[in-house]
């Protein structure tokens, strides 16, 4: 069970910086922004298709029902690095099947500081992502955890609720960071913007149903901590 674990999370963390890169412009090659080949309504259907496959994948397997009918067919400890798996899978699809669309919103030239200042956000953005991770446990988030205690003989607990750096001003510094990394860039195309646009949605709704998770989970505690962290946006009063 460790070894798949170990595929599923090697899987899972080069989806996600194949989609780092994807974004990133920096490797043309590998771009979602490539000439266009398809219809323009065509290529937004499609890649609306493509993140709504991404987020239902997401919503379904990370609810406690089907986690509860999971563990009666395969054994409990890979069900997070399963969901690790098909994630990754699905995530690099998506950036593999992205349609490009064409057109032009903005372009900073590499003459205008505004320029590296894009890129130091995007960068940024991208390591508070990743930071975040390793705040909450990276290797219970990504499935490993689970199966080393297997391993190991030793039972699995879950984590406790706790608060730490980013957590201390806003509630899923993991999706604010994503954020900044969709939207610092730049070279806003159509194709980016689309791109941008459909997984920040999908950041915000999966969100709303984390937050029912979390205060499943941790009850009093989560619920206060609530009343007091903004949800997406640090440093604001607005409270989901």
């Given at each position: ?15 996600l ?23 323009f ?13 991404f ?10 029902t ?35 669309m ?14 590296y ?9 991208w390591?508070i ?35 730490v ?9 993991l ?26 949605a ?20 989560y ?7 903004p ?10």
């Amino acid at each position: 069970m460790f070894s798949y674990s170990i595929i599923a999370y090697l899987i899972g963390f080069a989806s996600l910086l194949l989609w780092i890169i994807s974004v990133s412009h920096l490797i043309p090659e590998i771009s979602i922004d490539q000439p266009p080949t398809k219809p323009f309504l065509y290529a937004l259907l499609k890649n609306l298709g493509l993140v709504f496959l991404f987020g239902l994948q997401h919503s379904i397997m990370a609810r406690k029902t089907f986690k509860e009918k999971f563990a009666e067919h395969f054994p409990k400890p890979v069900e997070r690095s399963t969901f690790v798996l098909v994630s990754g899978v699905l995530l690099t699809l998506l950036v593999f099947q992205w349609e490009p669309m064409g057109g032009s919103i903005w372009t900073v030239s590499k003459e205008n500081s505004l320029y590296y200042i894009l890129y130091t956000l995007f960068f940024l953005g991208w390591s508070i992502l990743f930071i975040s991770t390793f705040l909450i446990n990276h290797f219970d988030l990504f499935g490993l955890r689970q199966t080393y205690l297997e391993l190991q003989n030793k039972p699995y607990k879950p984590l406790t609720f706790k608060v730490v750096s980013f957590y201390k001003y806003v509630r899923h510094p993991l999706y604010f960071g994503g954020i900044i990394g969709l939207w610092a860039t730049p070279s806003m195309t159509v194709t980016h913007l689309v791109f941008a646009l459909s997984l920040t949605a999908y950041f915000i709704i999966g969100t709303l149903f984390e937050e029912k998770d979390l205060k499943e989970a941790f009850g009093n505690k989560y619920t206060s901590y609530q009343k007091n962290t903004p949800m997406l946006i640090p440093f604001t009063k607005y409270n989901n």
